[in-house]
């Protein structure tokens, strides 16, 4: 084999070996979750890290983020990095839903003394009515590439946040997700 060849090979290889090492580590949360440290962060800011680790991504598909966070900081009993996790993945879906120029909102608001509510709104391909209710079952994906744990993993971070994640979707039009989790009062 020429040099050209196994070059091209390796990449394929590698590519590969990331994706397995992606399942594995999706796998893995489930199986045998990992220790959660619970502790009081503002929800907001949560937020914030995770659309500014985003933005580049969604600037190279021309898809803009806007946000709508309520100024009242609302502090969540959470473990912050799981939490990033649940809106890392929600936020990549919605980029790769839109296929060019699109728009995310996401919308942090108080729905009542104890829940806050984080809302992701795309303008992207929507997901079909009879196919709403599998989302989130393993291994079901709607998407090309995935590999239909991501969204499996967010429902049981969010469960053990006690909170919910709930979807509203028309095809053509967009999604909305939207996340309910306990407000901690201070």
């Keep these: 084999m020429d040099n050209d060849h196994r070059d091209d090979f390796f990449k394929i290889m590698e590519a590969e070996l990331t994706k397995i090492e992606t399942i594995s580590n999706e796998l893995m949360v489930l199986a045998k979750p ?22 580049s991504e969604a600037f190279r598909h021309s898809i803009q983020i806007e946000q709508e966070l309520t100024e009242e ?36 608001f108080k729905e009542d003394e104890h829940t806050a509510v984080i809302e992701v709104k ?17 291994f079901f994906t709607t998407k090309k590439t995935g590999n239909g744990l991501g969204l ?9 946040q006690n909170g919910s994640i709930s979807i509203e979707s028309e095809p053509n039009e967009g999604s909305t997700f939207t996340i309910r989790l306990p407000l901690y009062m201070a």
């Design 34 to 55: 990992k220790q959660t440290d619970f502790k009081f962060h503002r929800l907001q800011s949560l937020l914030e890290h995770v659309i500014m680790l985003l933005d």
């Design 152 to 160: 499996m993993v967010c429902y049981k971070i969010i469960e053990q």
């Design 122 to 138: 795309d303008n992207g391909c929507g997901i079909p009515k009879h196919l709403l209710k599998k989302l989130g079952s393993p």
């Design 73 to 108: 900081s609302l502090y969540v009993y959470c473990d912050d990095t799981k939490c990033k996790q649940v809106f890392l993945n929600i936020l990549k879906n919605a980029i790769e839903a839109i296929e060019q120029d699109g728009k995310i909102n996401v919308k942090v």
